[in-house]
């Protein structure tokens, strides 16, 4: 971990910082309870990818805007995305607050807390935020766009194109790579070339870095630093966080391709225990503080997870709201 201090935070920001990260762990853990136990269809998980999400989240401003991918949990229960509304989405219940309950788990959308809506194609949701962001400068507004995708996204053509359009014109955007070094089953070996794919902002006209995406001090530094470039005018910002996919790709994958080995090493690198570990040692916080945010945030998952299953599903009249116009080719 770098030294708190030098990024200008206190212990009580460390101790709100691990406390985002410990509900997103609560939540994503709850979930795949939920699902091997046949009550919801799908969870993509955000375990060992914590640090990174709320280290930015908390460099963030009132205003800011974001574009989260699938993997995202942690950032935007961070940022105002409650238990509540993200159990309502995944069991596909009425109350979904991005869809009604018509889309799958994990495509964020909240408007008064600056979630822009996501789609199914990896990286478009970074042409979302850098639209916000050219917005923004056109407009004057002390504002910036964020973005974030895996490393395996940073390969398509949207993720190129809309860099390039952020470094023409200097806009306030950052984009997050959360580098987890696997697009699926395929390792990074097998992605890219490049050493570093924060390299790759050269190209664009963007300043760019690589941090350790286990450490949310760093993160926090590296986005509290973009933004601050941002609304100085001096262009958007590539962060690349090494990150740990704790988990497989999906509930549906099968990742016997990472050895067991691997996933050890994986486990141990685990970021919500390092955290911990560097607060106990740094005797910012102590067991009986962990101890209490743990059975917080278990009864808030609880209730959470109550709550949505005892809610109603859509109502089959509602199929086509907000797909067609006049609520469907059946509405003469």
Known sequence: MIDYQSAQLDKEDLKAIYKGMDLGRKIDERMWLLNRAG?????????????????????????????????????????????????YSVFGK???????????????????IGIMSQGSSVATQ?????????TFKMDGTQQVALSTLGEGSSNQGDFHEGLNFVGVHKLPFICIIENNQYAISVS????????????????????????????????????????????????????????????????????????DDIKAADKASDCNKLFKEYLLAEHIADDAWFEDIEQQHKAIVNDATKQAEAAPYPDASETYTHVYEQGGPFNA
């Open 94 to 112: 009425r109350d979904d607050i991005s869809s009604g309950g018509k889309q799958m788990p994990s495509h964020f959308s909240k408007k008064e």
């Open 126 to 134: 970074l042409l979302h935020a850098i639209g916000a962001a050219l």
């Open 188 to 259: 990074k070996d097998l992605q890219y070339g490049a050493e570093r794919l924060s390299d790759r902002a050269k190209g664009y006209g963007m300043h760019g870095v690589t941090v350790d995406g286990n450490d949310p001090i760093a993160v926090y530094q590296a986005v509290k630093e973009a933004r601050t470039r941002a609304l100085n005018g001096e262009g958007g910002t590539l962060i690349e966080a090494m990150c740990t996919r704790l988990t497989a790709h999906s509930s549906d994958d099968d990742d016997r391709y990472r050895s």
């Open 39 to 87: 009550k919801i269809p799908f969870v993509i998980s955000c375990q060992g990818q914590e640090a990174t999400q709320v280290g930015a989240a908390y460099a963030l401003e009132k205003g800011d805007v974001t574009a989260p991918y699938y993997r995202d949990l942690a950032l935007v229960t961070y940022l105002g995305m409650t238990p509540l509304e993200t159990m």
